[in-house]
């Protein structure tokens, strides 16, 4: 390891920030980190938000990258596919790929976070601050302003370069525009529901009650609630519900009569296996969703937005972790052919990026609307059906959209969303219109779907649709 000249500062010690933070120490640059939050390593900071997530092939890769990947493994539980449970408490399963061996891990964000901070903190030329709000940054000078939480105080941090992996609520983005410095595109959109996180404890042997194997998922239209496994054998339960439209929705159910009328006509079933409801239903936050798209990134050679700092996403792909863990796999390797140039850097990060990110914001929608309205429906479920045939006869040829998003580190999302659109499409249209004769053979319903696969992308070629 070669030590660099340039002084690195991120913004932010979140998953993306951490790894950033690891990921140029071993490069040899001496980095300082700035977190807002105390350390979570000794301080609970969860406040019943986002404590498990959804690790997957890219994210892995990055953490192959960084050479911890052994470290994580013992966070992870295997989640093989979806569980879906009616409204009478029936449950059927539904595999994410037809390939064996393919899965999706529910892993701790503390645990994953705290990993990442104590293997950075390994490296001498890595100082990490915590407690520590940055107000806002002078991107011409690259000078970060702060106030500690403990004393106070505001200071001001000077650096060479500054990386902004500070959230959603991005304190370096929003000096972006205030600042005018030069044209800056932003958009922030929220969906109208929001999400508030419950908790189905352990049983009384420490054992999960319910298939630890799976994301469960509770579809009903308008909200849905599902639950991913925890090692201490409970799981982590989110409601997906409105804030002010339904019969049913946050601004109206202020008592417990009425969280309990809602959970025993919706979701009997989970109702059973949540015993704290009332307290942790009225004590735990109800948190917005949201998509953050905006651009340009960088200024000049000085200043970068990485992670949810530049495309915040929706939840509903597993995929924001993922995604941001794949921002800094992408940064390093465009680092190492522009070694030493740091604007050239930056704009070739971003043009390899930005269509990316904003195809998995997309998808990301698309997959909340699937989740909660379609996994039930009779049709998606044959269509389901018939690719997880497919994918299994065919495992070097065919590859659903969620197999190239969630399981296909080397393909970028744009390609997947752009090739699994056309197939879901294919597939649906074939299935509706009875043109699939599942008494033939697979071969030949895949040389069908691959046709019709290739004219709905010629056709999007044609009217210029991506």
């Avoid at 508030?196 to 009384?204: S, T």
Wanted: glycine share 8%; charged share 25%; hydrophobic share 35%.
């Amino acid at each position: 390891m070669t030590q660099k000249e340039e002084n690195i500062l991120i913004i932010g010690a979140g998953l993306c920030g951490s790894l950033l933070a690891l990921r140029m120490a071993q490069r040899g640059y001496q980095v300082t980190v700035y977190e807002s939050r105390p350390d979570l390593r000794t301080t609970d900071i969860s406040a019943g938000r986002s404590i498990n997530l959804a690790l997957s092939d890219r994210g892995l890769k990055a953490m192959k990258m960084v050479g911890i990947a052994d470290k994580v493994t013992p966070f992870c539980i295997p989640m093989y596919g979806r569980m879906i449970h009616d409204i009478e408490g029936n449950t059927f399963a539904s595999n994410y790929s037809g390939r064996t061996g393919k899965y999706i891990n529910s892993i701790s964000r503390g645990g994953l976070n705290g990993l990442l901070l104590t293997e950075a903190e390994k490296y001498e030329n890595v100082t990490i601050h915590f407690n520590k709000k940055c107000t806002g940054v002078d991107i011409e000078n690259t000078i970060a302003k702060f106030k500690c939480y403990a004393t106070k105080e505001k200071f001001e941090v000077h650096a060479d370069i500054i990386f902004g992996a500070d959230g959603a609520g991005s304190a370096l983005r929003k000096s972006y525009y205030l600042e005018k410095k030069f044209l800056f595109s932003y958009s922030q959109n929220y969906l109208t529901h929001g999400y508030k996180e419950l908790e189905i404890p352990a049983g009384k042997i420490g054992n999960h009650q319910i298939s630890k194997d799976h994301l469960h998922i509770w579809p009903r239209g308008e909200y849905m609630l599902i639950a991913l496994p925890n090692l201490d054998g409970s799981f982590t339960v989110t409601l997906f519900l409105s804030y002010d439209e339904g019969e049913y929705n946050f601004n109206n159910l202020t008592n417990i009569e009425k969280v309990t009328e809602f959970f025993k006509t919706q979701f009997p079933d989970a109702l059973d296996l949540i015993p704290d409801i009332d307290h942790e239903f009225f004590n735990n936050p109800t948190g917005a969703l949201g998509t953050v798209k905006c651009s340009p990134w960088c200024y000049k050679g000085k200043t970068l937005l990485i992670g949810d700092a530049a495309h915040a996403i929706v939840p509903f792909y597993g995929q924001g972790m993922n995604a941001s863990f794949e921002d800094v796999v992408v940064f390093d390797e465009i680092l190492e052919q522009h070694q030493g140039d740091w604007s050239a850097t930056f704009k070739a990060y971003q043009k390899a990026r930005k269509e990316d990110t904003d195809a998995i914001a997309d998808l990301a929608i698309d997959n909340y609307f699937e989740m909660r309205d379609h996994v039930a429906n009779p049709l998606f479920k044959e269509k389901r059906k018939l690719e997880m045939d497919l994918e299994k006869t065919f495992p070097d040829n065919y590859f659903s959209k969620y197999s190239m998003v969630t399981f296909d580190e080397n393909i970028g999302y744009a390609k997947a969303m752009k090739i699994g659109r056309a197939q879901d499409k294919a597939l649906l249209n074939l299935i509706a219109d009875h043109e699939i004769d599942t008494s033939k053979d697979l071969k030949s319903i895949f040389d069908q779907v691959q046709q019709e696969t290739s004219e709905i992308l010629e056709e999007d070629k044609i009217a210029g649709l991506k």
